[in-house]
């Protein structure tokens, strides 16, 4: 099958920001894995006859890709607004992004999060964690960390105030709808407490600045931000990072091996947690992209994927049979992602026709945020009083390359299975 460029009436102008696509396939499933930016290909494409180690060569050829891998470092992290003294650890993903942190975490650290989280924001926190019920809207969110935090400083009592990480979502990976994340980070500072976000459903849609928010660490997926490469990154405080065991161990990570079993001294910075060769080619397909993100209009960007976003919920809303999952509100911001349940119809076996005889791709099940889909799926049923709504959601999520007429397609094939 042969890959080619979609046409260019898309969310982003011809150029860098153009998506691979295969003609006559609709892909509404960016939210899982965004297509391929043409700046991602591009930029692997012309450092491939040049690849070679990194950080390991003297040569012409592992010179060049040690300072592409550096300078795609500095690229991402001025595109994520870090500060100058945090550091940059690429990773292959938001799930091992935030795995290192869980591993990076001091002795006696508690983790505050909510129910609402993928996955990988739930399930690598040690035992003794705090998960907070999923609130009803963005004001509660904020009112129950505050409460949360408060307690867990009395209870530490005077002088033993042990550290505390708030893990939160910047946008959900089921509903879209984003959470406020500047005011947590205001609760959090004001309990003394750190904060971690989980960007990979933000950072493709929104601007995501780690100053501007005051946020400590933030975690971004590649494959979800048009560089399907393999790779991600934690950004964030140094300290906790360089005082923590290496999250691999092996070569770079180490400023001395001696003969004696364990006589290692690990080096401090990035490298700590990155031992072995690194994925040279997803850390500058993931720069390319942010270069390329970070020179064109955002806000133009943000305001077509709103109207494609607002087109496809009014649809589904006009749809008797089909009911949209929500957890904040029909009017709470979010990204270009939707969630919805056909009634009567099983979600896979609804995915499968809509690829079979539209060639729509969707994702169904509960994308990897078991409580919080299962709990969205009752509240829709007691909210529609429906007793045949299925034990499955139905995904369609859009972004750069998405059109109106993508959207259009999906309801009139949902309208047909009335």
């Not at 129910?115 to 035992?127: D, F, S």
């Not at 989980?198 to 560089?227: E, N």
Request: net charge neutral; charged share 20%; with cysteine.
């Amino acid at each position: 099958m042969t890959l080619t460029l979609t046409p260019p009436t898309t969310l982003a102008p011809a150029g860098p920001l153009d998506v691979l696509g295969v003609p006559g396939q609709i892909n509404l499933d960016y939210a899982a894995s965004a297509p391929c930016a043409r700046a991602a290909a591009d930029a692997v494409a012309a450092l491939l006859p040049w690849y070679a180690s990194v950080h390991r060569g003297a040569g012409a050829l592992s010179r060049r890709c040690t300072l592409a891998y550096e300078r795609a470092r500095q690229t991402v992290g001025d595109f994520l607004g870090t500060r100058p003294d945090d550091h940059v650890v690429f990773t292959r993903n938001t799930t091992d992004a935030l795995n290192l942190l869980a591993r990076a975490l001091p002795a006696g650290a508690t983790v505050v999060t909510f129910g609402g989280e993928h996955h990988a924001n739930l399930l690598p926190w040690p035992r003794g964690s705090v998960r907070l019920p999923v609130p009803a809207d963005a004001a509660g969110a904020v009112r129950a960390l505050d409460a949360a935090l408060g307690e867990l400083r009395r209870g530490n009592g005077p002088g033993r105030e042990l550290p505390v990480l708030v893990a939160v979502t910047g946008a959900s990976n089921v509903t879209g709808e984003r959470w406020p994340v500047a005011e947590l980070a205001r609760v959090a500072r004001r309990h003394r407490a750190r904060i971690a976000v989980d960007a990979a459903q933000l950072a493709p849609h929104a601007p995501v600045d780690v100053r501007a928010l005051d946020i400590d660490y933030l975690a971004v997926s590649g494959h979800k931000l048009y560089a399907p490469f393999g790779a991600g990154v934690l950004v964030g405080r140094a300290d906790w990072l360089d005082a923590a065991p290496p999250y691999l161990a092996g070569g770079g990570a180490t400023s001395h091996v001696g003969a004696a079993t364990h006589d290692v001294r690990w080096t401090t910075g990035p490298a700590r947690h990155e031992a072995g060769t690194p994925n040279l080619l997803g850390a500058v397909a993931l720069a390319a992209v942010c270069d390329a993100l970070a020179a064109a209009d955002r806000g133009a960007l943000h305001d077509a994927e709103q109207a494609l976003l607002a087109r496809l919920r009014d649809g589904i809303g006009a749809l008797p049979h089909v009911v949209e999952l929500r957890t904040f509100g029909p009017d709470a911001p979010r990204v270009g992602i939707v969630s919805f349940v056909v009634a009567g119809r099983e979600s896979d076996e609804v995915a499968a026709h809509l690829a079979r005889h539209h060639d729509i791709g969707v994702r169904d099940g509960l994308f990897c945020a078991h409580p919080l889909a299962r709990r969205l799926l009752a509240e829709a049923a007691a909210r529609t009083g429906r007793r045949d709504l299925p034990p499955t959601a139905l995904r369609a999520s859009i972004g750069l390359g998405s059109t109106a007429q993508h959207v259009d397609r999906l309801l009139a094939a949902l309208a047909a299975l009335a």
